[in-house]
């Protein structure tokens, strides 16, 4: 083997070609930012103290009332971490990531489970009494469903920081539960919602497009007939009409925002493969006489794949939106802490309670916005008429 | 008219100068050529002139002095508004794409008249009307009065490019600028635009700025003729000199490129008697669908009736104006279309009759190169994964290991670089990836390869080097080549038999040297009359008389 002279490939450029945006670069940032805190939720904000020091010596209340789905995530996030430092193709690193974490899933579902019962004011009780000898806490120390029942007439309470005994940065929900906790244990849903809702119309839009593109004729028509049949549901209806039969649950708002919004990447996808089945490297390859897979996944989906990225990003964005309706209007999750539901609390009592409003709409809106921006810069970086400069200066000065 | 002294253009925050020092001044009543290969900065040079460079552009410096009807004018020294009259007004100006440069939603004397308002106020309705009709008459094109109603879409390339020249020379322009005039136009309409712009150019004495990459059409109507090579003037004189007799080393290489001026290819022995390819009255009729139950109302014949037969090492010339059916035959052949009637025998077996596996194994044995070298190669794929994925297809060699140290002799034999093998296609020029190109048909060692306008997106001096690489592979490995062009000069040096194909069918088949010298059919005859030919030039007195 000769020496392999290193050049970058079609991915790297089109990633270098997206970092060199400042608007990408916020975006990708904040994404960066809420993943994180949406991982590690239960040390940022938490009433069970990190670690107490009383009669029996150390102990961490926190890790004690870990359930399974914050073990999976820190061990992904781990995973993640220690996969990215590994060499070999990124494909690959991506789907040994996947296995991964779906073997900790079931893992930290099996063997993970917390106390049932959760008595927060138990520690400050504790605290009152002296019985800690130490105590970290993490920097907000409420939960997001820790109601304060200890303190008598806690309710709606505008933001107050020092010279209480309570702070609380971002004030209080009308349960008297502390509204920046519960917007950083929101993170998760807002987060899952929209990557999850977005692979599964990704993964049946890709699919079919595929199909419809490279086989044409009747496949394509009635696939076209399909995208149309689903493009003329109205999600907001049909997630609203199930909330109301089956009640509510996270999982199934995903399944629904999937199952809706696959139509518009299986048109892109259709297209690009009607466009790239002309392009001669695919006719060369077929000349070649290579196998359908490798036509199809090798010299197809990988050319195609940029503009549905694109699209995949807004995606994210709209599924991510889409909850927060859903919530606003009283349809989302009941106790769990989400956005959307929060802005529901702002207008709920008489009064219009301002933080309730600022702080977490602030957050859809950063969050939406961030995927926009990763969505233009994408599209530009694609975009070969939009190229930064000089390529398109020097196509245009050849000939 | 035209004097344009040290003209030096470059990109903003670049200190190389894409054209520099440009001197050359045109006479009234003269057709200059500016000719080059792609990049060289020709076109560049006449959109500053016309001060319509890009925004990515630093303004030019040097001087462009236009002396016409009033005092001599500094071009590069006037605003933006003096500008605007001076362009489409005193310099007419027509690109090479007739298909895109028309607005879609206007009609063609809408269009023109747009113009002439502008540039000539002072004209009534009236007026304004019966000069584009003139004009549309002037430019030859049938029946002006109808065409003055119809929208661009109704027009024919060569019809396009003739309303182009109307709209250029309706305010009658002391100097046209001409950018490509030809280039995206077949040779026999070639021939009559060129004509065209060289008898209105008599008639209205303007001065005409002729941008072409192609030495025959210089020798053709040029009077003068400057060569620019890498943004710098190498040579000027007058066309006769320069093309007979070039001085600059550059001039001559580009000249010796010519295919009719190259070295002749070693005779090739073909074994006449082994016949590679019978092909049978095949045909490709696409259906035209009509109506709720899509039935066939009519058939486009693509290819209609063609039958040949190719024997082993023997080169093949498919040649004819763009829409004859010479690349739906290619692909028909290497069945990536199906055809729809006739037979194709490879060694005496028939291929339409093959089941999907045979026809994939069959496929080792007839490869294709495709015309754009931009889209032949996966962007996503080193060369080494391009060209060794087919050998694994068809089993030839034992690992990855062997299969890239044969990818290694056969980019070798296309004259390119080992290391080539890790790098990505967009790292390559046009040449360069259609050289791998021709690698990958080569790997599966094949009988016949098709070259579908191989080189017909390059310049001149690469599509020497490709055709001799094509030339020394056919006698190498005794290759038969089916060599689809429209480029006649290609095929006089390539090819030992011709096929002339004209919407569909087969105008005339026979030796090459036969059908050149002495045409059979009509058509041939148009065809290679029309073709620009550096040996025969006569410049102006040619068309004069």
Redesign the interface.
Known sequence: ???????????RRILSEVLLRWGARLGIAWIGVLTLIAVFAPLLANTHPLLVQDAEGWSSPMLRFLGPADATLFGAFGLGVLLLLLPGRPFWRFLGWLAGLAILAAVSFALVSPPSLVVYEQYREAEAQGAYQQVIRAPIPYSAKDYLRDYADTGLEAPHGSGDERRHWFGTDENGADVLSRMIHATRIALSIGFIATGIALMIGVILGGLMGYFSGIVDMLGMRLVEIFEAIPTLFLLLTFVAFFGRSLYLMMLIIGLTSWSGYARYVRAEFLRLRQ???V?????????LP?ILF??ML??GMAPILVAASFGVASAILAEATLSFLGLGLVDDPSWGQMLNQAVQSSTFNWWLAAFPGGAIFLTVFAYNLIGEALRDAVDPHAQS??P???A???? | MLNVKDLTIRLKHQAEPLVQGASFSIARGEMFCLVGESGSGKSLTALAVMGILDRGFEAPTGEVWLQSRSTPQNLLALDEPALERIRGDRIGMIFQEPMTSLNPVFTVGAQIMEVLRLHRPELDAKAVRARTLEVLADVQLPNPEQRFHDFPHKLSGGQRQRVMIAMALVAEPELLIADEPTTALDVTIQAEILRLIDRLREKNGMAVLLITHDFGVVAQVGDRVAVMHRGRLVEQGTAGTVVHAPHHAYTRQLIRALPENLPPLPPVPIQAGVKLLEVDRLQVHFPVLKGLLRRPVDFIRAVDDVSFDLAAGEVLAVVGESGCGKTTLGRALLRLIEPTGGSVRYHGQAMETLGRQELRRLRRRLQVVFQDPASSLNPRLTVQTTLIEPMAAHGIGIDDEERTELARTVLEQVAMPADALWRYPHEFSGGQRQRIGIARALVLDPDVIICDEVTSALDVSVQAEILQILGRLRAERQLALIFITHNMGVVEYLSDRMLVMKAGRMEELGRTADVIARPQAEYTRHLLAAVPRVSDHVGRHRVAG
């Open positions: 083997m000769t020496e392999r002279v290193s050049s970058p490939s079609f991915s392009q001669d490297f006719q060369g390859a077929i000349a070649s006489g290579l196998s490798s090798r010299h990988p050319n400069g000089k398109a200066v020097a245009k000065a050849a000939g």
